[in-house]
């Protein structure tokens, strides 16, 4: 192959964007697109990064996600692009806004089923290019293509007010709004609310120092290591012009 064509060669990011990966195009093979948003800010000098409190949920294949920090983040609609998606999801589940999101990376998941959830194998590359003996449709397996996107937040609204307020009266102590569903309904922050047959699914708005998140080797205790990871990895080229 010359170096011309190798250099034609679409790159498995562009194959994900556009929907050209083999395995996206498998109709037997469910897919579920979702997005998370690394979301700063600068408080006292310092970059902080935004995350949200999961309640603990029950899933409907019987497993159970445990309670903990995350990346605000969720399921991409059929009417809006991922872009869209991250903007809507920060929103829904801390009350603040987000703009200009810019997308960084993906993970592309194929999910074998097995007692008690799920083995995952990652796919960075089109169908065609696997082997025909390495993948072999079952009953069960899905698919899940996550979008990874960092922002700035613009430092405005009632939110952030309530963070003011907080920096004022108790310097030092951690960044963290807890929400009761009634004070989750006055901040407008969706996810936070309960409706009939919705229980709660965020209970607490934080902003961590963005350095205690990267620079530690011991995961910080209560947080997703999968978040955790997904943004280092999305903040890797930022933090190597530091």
Same mark, same amino acid.
């Given at each position: #192959?010359?170096?011309h064509?190798?250099?034609?060669?679409?790159? !498995?990011?562009?194959?994900?964007?556009?929907?050209?990966c083999?395995?996206?195009?498998?109709?037997?093979?469910?897919?579920?697109?979702?997005?998370?948003t690394v979301?700063?800010?600068d408080?006292?000098c310092?970059?902080?990064?935004?995350?949200?409190?999961?309640?603990?949920?029950?899933?409907?294949?019987?497993t159970?996600?445990?309670?903990?920090?995350?990346l !605000?983040?969720?399921?991409?609609?059929?009417?809006?692009?991922p872009?869209e998606?991250?903007?809507r999801e920060?929103?829904?589940?801390?009350?603040?806004?987000?703009?200009? !999101?810019?997308w960084?990376?993906?993970?592309?998941?194929?999910?074998?089923?097995?007692?008690?959830?799920?083995?995952?194998?990652?796919?960075?590359l089109?169908?065609?290019?696997?082997?025909?003996?390495?993948?072999?449709?079952?009953?069960?397996?899905?698919?899940?293509?996550?979008?990874i996107?960092t922002?700035? #937040?613009?430092?405005?609204?009632?939110?952030?007010?309530?963070?003011?307020?907080?920096?004022?009266?108790?310097?030092?102590?951690?960044?963290?709004?807890?929400?009761?569903?009634?004070?989750?309904?006055?901040?407008?922050?969706r996810?936070?609310?309960?409706?009939?047959?919705? !229980?709660?699914?965020?209970?607490?708005?934080?902003?961590?120092?963005?350095a205690?998140?990267?620079?530690?080797k011991?995961?910080?205790?209560?947080f997703?290591?999968?978040?955790l990871?997904? #943004?280092?990895?999305?903040l890797?080229?930022?933090?190597?012009?530091?």
């Amino acid at each position: #192959m010359s170096n011309h064509n190798r250099n034609l060669r679409v790159s !498995p990011e562009e194959l994900h964007l556009t929907g050209q990966c083999a395995l996206l195009a498998q109709e037997d093979l469910p897919l579920f697109v979702s997005v998370f948003t690394v979301a700063r800010v600068d408080v006292n000098c310092e970059q902080h990064v935004l995350m949200v409190h999961n309640a603990e949920e029950c899933r409907p294949d019987g497993t159970t996600k445990p309670a903990g920090w995350g990346l !605000p983040g969720g399921g991409v609609r059929p009417d809006e692009t991922p872009a869209e998606a991250a903007i809507r999801e920060v929103l829904y589940e801390s009350g603040l806004h987000v703009v200009n !999101p810019n997308w960084e990376r993906y993970e592309h998941n194929v999910l074998t089923p097995h007692p008690g959830g799920f083995n995952y194998k990652r796919c960075h590359l089109a169908l065609r290019e696997i082997a025909d003996d390495e993948f072999v449709l079952e009953s069960g397996m899905r698919q899940t293509l996550v979008h990874i996107f960092t922002a700035d #937040m613009p430092w405005e609204g009632q939110v952030a007010e309530m963070f003011n307020l907080r920096l004022a009266l108790i310097p030092g102590e951690p960044l963290v709004l807890d929400l009761s569903p009634e004070m989750g309904e006055s901040l407008g922050i969706r996810e936070a609310s309960e409706e009939p047959g919705k !229980p709660q699914e965020i209970n607490a708005v934080g902003l961590f120092p963005l350095a205690d998140l990267i620079d530690s080797k011991v995961p910080p205790e209560g947080f997703y290591r999968s978040h955790l990871a997904r #943004m280092r990895r999305a903040l890797e080229k930022y933090m190597a012009t530091v």
